[in-house]
T-cell receptor, first 116, second 115 residues
Framework: EAGVTQSPTHLIKTRGQQATLRCSPISGHTSVYWYQQALGLGLQFLLWYDEGEERNRGNFPPRFSGRQFPNYSSELNVNALELEDSALYLC???????????????FGNGTRLTVT | AQSVAQPEDQVNVAEGNPLTVKCTYSVSGNPYLFWYVQYPNRGLQFLLKYITGDNLVKGSYGFEAEFNKSQTSFHLKKPSALVSDSALYFCAGFGSGAGSYQLTFGKGTKLSVIP
């Protein structure tokens, strides 16, 4: 089966611009999660979407937003980019909504966002 | 608030020797704990999980983890390290009392297996 796919692989933007990152979950998975992996900070939870609805968001400002489409793919938008937004953004999907207990998260390879 | 800590930024081990990557947790309620591995320029891959039951959990690629409730630890282990095990390892978890199934990740431990 095809894994979680993310595009683009790399993205370079300047401060103040907007970035759009895309994620396609594994076929049949309805939940999509977004994480930010900044150097030295581990993975920070950003957003969780399930069945087209935002279910939870992490401690990030409102300029981080996203959506989930009817085919369960997802977009992460980052407005008014700041230098500290430079990070690897990981998308993950799971079969069961909400809990990773019975359905571990499957991660994509990420989008490397660089803000200059 | 729940937290997961990995006290070592880096662990070096000789090929063939046993390896341990440490993880401690602080969650409310029953803990649900996971280990993931990340190879360079790749996403995270699931290794194993502890939900309930036996304290020794076996996972992928010969890895296992030992759950210790009294020490609130969930250390990752492997009897004989391979060079190909060199990667970044993340411990993650959440508690049944958190009101949310959101995984909290540690900051990661870089494992280097020396030939």
């Amino acid at each position: 089966e095809a894994g979680v796919t993310q595009s683009p692989t790399h993205l370079i933007k300047t401060r103040g611009q907007q970035a759009t990152l895309r994620c396609s979950p594994i076929s049949g998975h309805t939940s999509v999660y977004w994480y930010q992996q900044a150097l030295g900070l581990g993975l920070q939870f950003l957003l969780w979407y399930d069945e087209g609805e935002e279910r939870n968001r992490g401690n990030f400002p409102p300029r981080f937003s996203g959506r989930q489409f009817p085919n369960y793919s997802s977009e992460l938008n980052v407005n008014a980019l700041e230098l500290e937004d430079s990070a690897l953004y990981l998308c993950a999907s799971s079969l069961e909504a909400g809990t990773p207990i019975n359905s571990p998260l499957h991660f994509g390879n990420g989008t490397r966002l660089t803000v200059t | 608030a729940q937290s997961v800590a990995q006290p070592e930024d880096q662990v070096n081990v000789a090929e063939g020797n046993p390896l341990t990557v440490k993880c401690t947790y602080s969650v409310s309620g029953n803990p649900y704990l996971f280990w993931y591995v990340q190879y360079p320029n790749r996403g995270l891959q699931f290794l194993l999980k502890y939900i309930t039951g036996d304290n020794l959990v076996k996972g992928s690629y010969g890895f296992e983890a030992e759950f210790n409730k009294s020490q609130t630890s969930f250390h990752l282990k492997k009897p004989s390290a391979l060079v190909s095990d060199s990667a970044l390892y993340f411990c993650a978890g959440f508690g049944s009392g958190a009101g949310s199934y959101q995984l909290t990740f540690g900051k990661g431990t870089k494992l280097s297996v020396i030939p």
